[in-house]
């Protein structure tokens, strides 16, 4: 599986960005889809996940209630809402697919991952 996301940019805090990730080769619908960060000098850190229906989300509570994944099976694609953006949000944002069921907060446990996309928020 190839994954591509999209959607960066710079924002000021409080502002909205949407990400996207496309996926290419295997069943989409197959994987739980994920969306990490990583500050600098950070580790990569969970950011939320979708089941492979789209009926089955979970987020970090850094991001709760302000983001929100969902995906659209039919285009092979995932994407990450993101509202009301703080400062502390900046990192370059990745998003990746895991075929097991299981623990799904360490980014060890995913099987893909796309390019990461570059997310600044100023202040």
């Known amino acids: 599986v190839q994954l591509q996301a999209s959607g960066g940019g710079l924002v000021q805090a409080g502002g909205s960005l949407r990400l996207s990730c496309a996926a290419s080769?295997?069943?989409?619908?197959?994987?739980?889809m994920g969306w990490f960060r990583q500050a600098p000098g950070k580790e990569r850190e969970f950011v939320a996940i979708?089941?492979?229906?789209?009926?089955?989300?979970s987020y970090a509570d850094a991001v709760k209630g302000r983001f929100t994944i969902s995906r659209d099976n039919a285009k092979g694609t995932v994407y990450l809402q993101m509202n009301s953006l703080k400062p502390e949000d900046t990192a370059v944002y990745y998003c990746?697919?895991?075929?097991?069921?299981?623990?799904?907060?360490?980014?060890?446990?995913?099987?893909?991952w796309g390019q990461g996309t570059q997310v600044t928020v100023s202040s």
């Open positions: 080769g295997g069943t989409f619908s197959n994987y739980r």
């Open positions: 990746a697919a895991k075929t097991h069921l299981g623990d799904y907060i360490r980014f060890s446990t995913y099987d893909y």
């Open positions: 979708i089941n492979g229906n789209g009926i089955s989300t």
